[in-house]
């Protein structure tokens, strides 16, 4: 079974569109917060020649940039379907207009592709229009970003005070992916569908003018400690770029990961697998359930843990680190965990399901 954790973010954004910071500047702060990989999705925009591994701690860390991009139409008002486009090596921007050709561009090229903020939250304070994915016809994507970091800040901003108070501390409000989203991924899960979830910041390193003073409002070093995409692979990452590009995308494709919430406290560590009759299986995979499956959870740090099947909690523990569930019905079943930070309980881990068919 694979078993070596890597910890990556997929979606950010440089100078090259609307973000403030450069490549360099994700690096290092990748670098500082301990990340494996990023994946830099500048919109409309595939950006070639950056140099793919940046080091730091005296050489002794290393952190792998990959271009990717997130395309959209434009011309569309308001603003939708936003999609993350990954190892796709050429730029797609062309066919952003229409959605099914963009995904079938993706696959051609042997890409993989994520629908961005699919449920997204509006802010009337910022006057920001909520960017949903409104193109649920098309088939082909990889899977959905379930939680997406700064989008979840938009739906905290509701006053100026508020705004204020969750800008100086994020983790006050933060708690988990939009319920919208989650309740899609299921429903399309549910029916049969393999849909991969990833987590990510959407950083843009934003800055802004206050009281003559400018201040960076969440940099990228604070969006690469909160959430994140972690992967199980069959090997470590080894500073060769084919060899590294294929490991992540295969595990991706896979749906061997989760979405940690790196901020409360690490999610390093976390596992889901399956033993049945016939074979192992791990998060992402699908698992024949004649004679029943055994569903293993173990978590880094005592947590609330549920077992999810098709939508519904099906076991749970509380203040625990394992779960275990003998899976009698087909279906998705995939895990969540919540752990108590600042006051409340917070979204912490989301597993992909298992597939018991
Ligand atoms: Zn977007
Ligand atoms: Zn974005």
Redesign the pocket.
């Known amino acids: 079974m694979p078993s070596h954790e890597i910890v990556g973010n997929l979606h950010m954004h440089t100078v090259y569109s609307d973000g403030e910071g450069t490549h360099a500047d994700i690096a290092q702060a990748a670098l500082r917060a301990g990340l494996d990989f990023v994946v830099v999705t500048d919109?409309n925009v595939w950006v070639d020649g950056i140099p793919p591994y940046q080091y730091g701690g005296d050489g002794k860390q290393r952190v792998l940039v990959i271009t990717g991009e997130?395309i959209?139409d434009q011309a569309l008002q308001p603003q939708s379907n936003?999609l993350l486009a990954f190892n796709t090596r050429r730029e797609l921007a062309a066919c952003a207009h229409d959605p099914q050709r963009l995904l079938d561009e993706v696959n051609a090229s042997g890409g993989l592709s994520f629908l961005?903020?699919p449920f997204d939250y509006e802010s009337k304070l910022i006057n920001y229009q909520p960017?949903h994915w409104r193109r649920w016809d098309v088939t082909g994507f990889t899977g959905i970003e379930l939680w997406n970091y700064m989008s979840e800040f938009v739906r905290l901003v509701t006053t100026p005070a508020a705004a204020i108070h969750y800008a100086t501390d994020p983790a006050l409000g933060i708690s988990g992916p939009n319920p919208e989203t989650l309740a899609k991924w299921d429903e399309l899960t549910a029916s049969g569908q393999r849909v991969v979830a990833i987590g990510n910041s959407?950083a843009h390193a934003t800055t802004v003018k206050k009281f003559g003073r400018t201040a960076v409002i969440f940099p990228y070093e604070h969006c690469f400690r909160a959430v994140n995409t972690h992967l199980i692979a069959d090997e470590p990452l080894n500073g060769n770029y084919e060899h590294d590009c294929d490991l992540i995308f295969t595990a991706i494709r896979n749906g061997h990961c989760f979405v940690g919430y790196d901020a409360p406290a690490s999610t390093r560590g976390f596992r889901f697998s399956a033993q049945a009759m016939r074979g192992t299986a791990i998060m992402g995979d699908e698992v024949n359930g004649e004679g029943g499956v055994t569903l293993q959870v173990s978590a880094p740090k005592p947590a609330e843990i549920r077992m999810v099947h098709n939508g519904r909690v099906v076991a749970k523990r509380e203040a625990d680190t394992h779960l275990m569930h003998i899976a009698t019905k087909p279906g998705a079943y995939r895990v969540e965990a919540s752990i108590e930070h600042k006051g409340a309980k917070r979204g912490w881990i989301f597993s992909n399901p298992i597939y018991v068919r």
């Open positions: 919109h997130e959209h936003h961005a903020h960017i959407d």
